[in-house]
């Protein structure tokens, strides 16, 4: 199966700032990368599919990136509505598998 | 309104069946596939296994397969996730999700809660 590997594990970033988050597939993936974000309580969400197209209602400043085996979610100016937990997952081959999450957090 | 329903809460013991529920409206269930998400306490999302309710394709994560059973019934356009026999390690939050080889999964249940415990 393809492992994912998010890094970091935890970002602390000030509101305003900029944050980067990685996802690794152990083999390609070619564009069928699918973000999530997750807060405490809640269902998983969708933000961002095919890589680069953001899913219906999420904000401009969530951008996603990359192919084959190197992704990058960017939020661009953190908002505090933005702190939590980012999962990347990769659709292209089954079984479908998700990385371990980067959680982002206030600084 | 596109959703997935989710049954309730349940409580059981090891050893023990169960099968939960996750019930799709707004949408044509036979066109879409429902995947079932694992997140224990504390942890992570872990892909289970995913059906096509309109042929009843099903496939699952070699870390699920022959631990739990997936099947829908297009006529109440409902998938579920069964178990034979539950073990504490089954205590987690299970959500059911819509997917599409076009977006992953764009659709989220409110997730059931599992507690098994003696």
């Known amino acids: 199966e393809v492992v994912m590997t998010q890094s970091p594990a935890s970002l602390s970033v000030s509101p305003g700032e900029r944050a980067t988050l990685s996802c690794r597939a152990s083999?390609?993936?070619?564009?069928?990368l699918a973000w999530y974000q997750q807060k405490p309580g809640q269902p998983p969400r969708l933000l961002i599919y095919?890589?680069?197209t953001r899913a219906t209602g999420i904000p401009a400043r969530f951008s996603g990136s990359g192919s084959e085996t190197e992704f990058t979610l960017t939020i661009s100016s953190l908002q505090s509505e933005d702190f939590a937990v980012y999962y990347c997952?990769?659709?292209?081959?089954?079984?479908?598998?998700f990385g371990q999450g980067t959680k982002v957090e206030i600084k | 309104e596109v959703q997935l329903v989710q049954s309730g809460a349940e409580v059981k013991k090891p050893g023990e069946s169960l099968k939960i529920s996750c019930e799709g409206s707004?949408?044509?269930?036979?066109?879409?596939?429902i995947g079932w998400v694992r997140q224990m306490p504390g942890k992570g999302l872990e892909w289970m296994g995913i059906?096509?309710?309109?042929?009843?394709?099903?496939r699952y994560s070699p870390s699920f397969q022959g631990q739990v059973t997936i099947s829908a019934d297009k006529s109440i356009s409902t998938a579920y996730l069964q178990w034979s026999s539950l073990k504490a390690s089954d205590t987690a939050m299970y959500y059911c999700?819509?997917?599409?080889?076009?977006?992953?999964?764009?659709?989220w249940g409110q997730g059931t809660m599992v507690t098994v415990s003696s």
């Open positions: 999700a819509r997917g599409t080889t076009l977006d992953g999964f764009d659709i």
């Open positions: 707004g949408y044509r269930i036979s066109s879409f596939w």
């Open positions: 059906i096509y309710p309109g042929d009843s394709d099903t």
């Open positions: 083999q390609s993936a070619s564009t069928t």
């Open positions: 095919g890589a680069s």
């Open positions: 997952q990769q659709y292209n081959n089954w079984p479908w598998t």
